[in-house]
Nanobody, 118 residues
């Protein structure tokens, strides 16, 4: 089992920055992959960025160069630094964890709202 608690969302003007945090209830080295997804109204949930237990990162094309995913192993926390925010980044952002143990287990946080005003 993995519990995920997100924080850091809010309202920001276009061009501004926000940092999202996702605290996991267990050692993140034991989690195969963690990531951030987002879901805008009327749209499907999409992967924004992910980081593997080995530290490899992956980004959705529209956020490359603007968003950075990172982690603090001592705090069991993954971050999403979002810079140069655009109105189209407005969405509910969800933290995700994937654990492989004979089969795949997927866990989600409760979500945090990010609103970018133009």
């Amino acid at each position: 089992q993995v519990q995920l608690v997100e924080s850091g969302g809010g309202l920001v003007q276009a061009g501004g920055s926000l940092r999202l945090s996702c605290a996991a209830s267990r050692n993140i080295f034991s989690i195969n992959s963690m990531g951030w997804y987002r879901q805008a109204p009327g749209k499907q949930r999409e992967l924004v960025a992910s980081i593997s237990s080995g530290g490899s990162t992956n980004y959705e094309d529209s956020v490359k160069g603007r968003f950075t995913i990172s982690r603090d192993v001592a705090k069991n926390t993954v971050y999403l630094q979002m810079n140069s925010l655009k109105s189209e980044d407005t969405a509910v952002y969800y933290c995700n964890a994937v654990v492989w143990s004979f089969k795949q287990y997927i866990y989600w946080g409760q979500g945090t709202q990010v609103t970018v005003s133009s």
